[in-house]
């Protein structure tokens, strides 16, 4: 899909992104939400994010969005600093598109700039063939693990797949004291 870009999203976008979202969570297993959230609580969490200097991207073609991803704090504990989670949603009639790799691969270049070491997905309905895996495995991220019959929704239960892209020498090289991730620790000393 062509003429396709990538940018920070604002706040302008909210109500699009929830719908991608509301569509994500009322049709889907990617997320383990069962209910949509309003667009107020979508505010919400889109003003922490980027109120914490993580990546926020929405795919755009003909002044359409068509999808979007961000990153955020895996965990909230400081040793967790250095590693993000990463969350994409398509909307339907963009879906098998590209669209999803052209976001993600957005996301790693911000979250590559910004310092992060580890970016890790928590991929609800994680099957081996459910096309977020398949877009992770394509991105270079490797399995790392599955909690079988972690949530239930839509009458069955489903396994969540756990899968990791080190950036930046992961784990093999010590934290840049200029990054993002260490900026924001000393600051909350």
Known sequence: M??????????ADLDTITEIYADAV??????????PPSRAEMGTRFATLTAGGFPYLVAQKDGAVLGYAYAGAFRPRPAYRFIVEDSVYVAPEAKGQGV??????GLIAAAEVAGFRQIVAVIGDGHPD?????????????????????????GRWLDTVFMQLSL???AS?????????????????
């Open 2 to 11: 062509s003429n396709i870009v990538i940018r920070t999203a604002s706040a």
């Open 26 to 35: 009322t049709h889907g297993t990617a997320s383990y939400e069962l209910e």
């Open 100 to 105: 999803g790799l052209q976001l993600m691969k």
């Open 130 to 154: 459910s096309a977020s895996v398949r877009l992770h495995e394509k991105l270079g991220f490797r399995h790392s693990g599955r909690l079988e019959g972690s949530g239930y929704k839509h």
């Open 168 to 170: 930046n020498g992961g």
């Open 173 to 189: 090289v010590a934290p840049d004291p200029d990054s993002l991730p260490e900026r924001r620790f000393r600051q909350g000393r």
